[in-house]
């Protein structure tokens, strides 16, 4: 049976396991800041990406350290951040245990970008994501109704926080990537 002669502390926080990188490489919105009805409809995050690090030179402001009034080096991360594209929205209603999703809206039209986040193999697809809604809002439009509008007016009567579904524009960022990132925000 092996033992260890004498005690030690263990090395490293067991908060961090498994040390291996991540299956989902985009953060989570734990908490979303406390809707004020006073101000304007305004979105509340953005998704971006880490194209790289350097270093900067600056003043440290912070009186009774050492450092104060003298220069230091420090890292940054250079990060990229092309437009995003509001493709939809999300409406919810309040119950006792949380906000409850009423009714979610898409556009008419959506980029192949978003397309191939609902595929797995999108060569190896028939890509048929979306088609029937496309035809559906085609249809309301012919016929001179603005398409959706029942949905729109029932997430207008009913919702208390309507959340924009958006995502980015993965092909102006050279990272070899086609695929969309998706974000409710």
Known sequence: ???RKFERPRHGSLGFLPRKRTKHHHGKIKSFPKDDSSKPPHLTAFMSYKAGMTHIVRDVDRPGSKLHKKEVAEAVSVVEAPPMIVVGFVGYVETPR???ALTTVWAGHLS????RRFYKAWHKSKQKAFTK???RW???SKADASPM???IDRAKKYCQVIRAICHTQVSKV?????KAHIKEI
């Not at 192949?112 to 397309?115: F, H, S």
């Not at 050279?174 to 086609?178: E, L, T, Y």
């Open 1 to 3: 049976m092996s033992h």
């Open 98 to 100: 949380g906000l409850r």
């Open 112 to 115: 192949e970008e978003v397309k």
């Open 133 to 135: 809604y496309q035809k």
């Open 138 to 140: 085609s249809e309301a």
């Open 149 to 151: 509008a029942a949905e």
């Open 174 to 178: 050279k990272i070899g990537q086609k």
